[in-house]
Nanobody, 126 residues
Framework: DVQLVESGGGSVQAGGSLRLSCAAS????????MGWFRQAPGKEREGVAR????????YYSTSVKGRFTISQDNAKNTVYLQMSSLKPEDTATYYC????????????????????WRQGTQVTVS
């Protein structure tokens, strides 16, 4: 079974940076899409960034483009989300998610495309 282990998160002042990590295991498909989503209190869950298994394509929401960077280390099966120039509106619970056997072009931000989720980590920007 696919397992995702998140790390990172925490509290930071506006303008600061944080990095989230998501280590994946338990799958054998070479094609997958790894995504980061977030959900603020009282708001719907939204896509933030996603990256293809080959690492050749990444996608960002307009709210974070230019400030967040998604990357991956295939040797470690780990995806990272580097968050810079953080704003109070970035405060949310961040979730790592995986769509196995699917290209990111097809998953888009459609949440049901991602069958595997991690519990989430809190990011607070003050």
């Amino acid at each position: 079974d696919v397992q995702l282990v998140e790390s990172g998160g925490g509290s930071v002042q506006a303008g600061g940076s944080l990095r989230l990590s998501c280590a994946a295991s338990g799958y054998s498909y070479s094609r997958y899409c790894m995504g980061w989503f977030r959900q603020a209190p009282g708001k719907e869950r939204e896509g933030v960034a996603r990256i293809t298994s080959a690492g050749d394509s990444s996608y960002y929401s307009t709210s974070v483009k230019g400030r967040f960077t998604i990357s991956q280390d295939n040797a470690k099966n780990t995806v990272y989300l580097q968050m810079s120039s953080l704003k109070p509106e970035d405060t949310a619970t961040y979730y790592c998610a995986a769509a196995i056997g699917v290209h990111c072009i097809l998953t888009t931000w459609y949440i049901p495309s991602y069958k595997h989720w991690r519990q989430g980590t809190q990011v607070t920007v003050s």
